[in-house]
């Protein structure tokens, strides 16, 4: 069963984006999950390290779909608000995302978080 951490971020991300389709992950799992948002070109993978985050923080990465690339993985954990604001990013088409995502896969600490 997911944790009240995992699922409060999902029900967050399917009111703002829409619904959600579970890749790689399944219900059960308890402290992470990791879906598809229809129109985004990128999958997301977020985890509470078995629980041992503070509350509203969570361990995200980015990857490309198709797979393989690491499009973002921030240095440190990411509030629930970040990562939204975070999805807002891959919901422009790609050609607009910054330059250092869509070339690199990388991001300077001075930009994003």
Partial sequence: MRSSEIQRLLDAVEFAYGPIALYHSDEN??????FLIEGIPASFSVI????SLPPDQFDIQVDSQPPGYYIFNPERPLSLDEFL???AIFKLPKEQWPGYLR?????PQDILY
Wanted: cysteine-free.
């Fill in 29 to 34: 799992e308890e402290h992470g999950t990791s």
């Fill in 48 to 51: 509470t390290l078995e629980g």
């Fill in 85 to 87: 604001q975070t999805i």
């Fill in 103 to 107: 070339v690199t896969g990388q991001h």
